[in-house]
């Protein structure tokens, strides 16, 4: 079957740095997405990776290994507008998105 | 300003009810697709539609149907609700129907079925 594990909350400072992991196993890969998703709010699209490695954007940054079925959404200089839910998707070998449960992550003073 | 509108925002119906969600874009995408949200699941994909004049199923089609009679709309109907189609119901869209697309969400609609 496909599986996207991802950690249900995490708690993090203002001003500091949140690493949230996902790992996968699906039937075939052609990428993976990350999307934020604010309370009672449209999930929102932030990055896209296909091949393994780092991509940077802004305080955002992905990464990716296929060979461990693993990605991890890096947040810098935490802002209290973060506080949402970060989903991660893989396209399947069917070109469909399978969501992960998504990680709310709550950002303390 | 460009997007993707939904509607109603929320309802709340009686089961056995027929009820029909509306959705539409004006970004010209090819490909639209809706998507149930449930508290500790993932979205689940219900159906989708690559180009006007064709639809698919998608993980969780059963008590749902769609119509693509041209690009902007893609209206979901439930025929017949019932208790456990209460969730919160998104429509996304995407430009181009081969490899990979990034999707667009629309605002959701809550749906609260007794």
């Known amino acids: 079957g496909q599986n996207i594990d991802q950690p249900t909350e995490m708690t993090a400072t203002e001003g500091a740095i949140v690493q949230i992991n996902c790992t996968y196993q699906?039937?075939?890969?052609?990428?993976l997405f990350w999307y934020q998703q604010h309370a009672g709010e449209a999930p929102t699209f932030l990055s896209y990776?296909?091949l393994d490695g780092l991509e940077e954007k802004g305080r955002f940054s992905s990464f990716l290994s296929r060979s461990k079925g693993y990605s991890y959404l890096l947040l810098k200089e935490l802002q209290m507008k973060d506080s949402a839910s970060y989903l991660c998707?893989?396209?399947?070998?069917?070109?469909?998105?399978?969501w992960g449960a998504g990680t709310k992550l709550i950002i303390k003073p | 300003i460009a997007g993707i509108t939904q509607a109603p925002t929320s309802q709340i119906l009686a089961a056995g009810r027929r009820m029909t969600l509306r959705c539409t874009q004006d970004?010209?995408?090819?490909?639209m697709y809706w998507y149930r949200q449930d508290l500790g699941l993932g979205l689940r994909l219900i159906h989708y539609?690559?180009?006007?004049?064709?639809?698919g199923k998608g993980e969780v089609p059963d008590g749902y149907s769609v119509s693509r009679a041209n690009t902007d709309d893609f209206p979901l109907t439930l025929a017949s609700a019932v208790p456990s189609q209460t969730s919160v119901y998104f429509c996304?869209?995407?430009?181009?129907?081969?490899?990979?697309?990034?999707?667009?969400f629309g605002p959701g609609t809550r749906l609260l079925v007794l």
């Open positions: 996304a869209s995407s430009d181009g129907t081969g490899g990979v697309k990034t999707q667009y």
């Open positions: 970004m010209r995408h090819n490909a």
């Open positions: 539609s690559n180009t006007a004049g064709t639809t």
């Open positions: 699906t039937s075939g890969f052609n990428g």
């Open positions: 990776n296909v």
């Open positions: 998707a893989v396209v399947d070998s069917n070109y469909q998105l399978i």
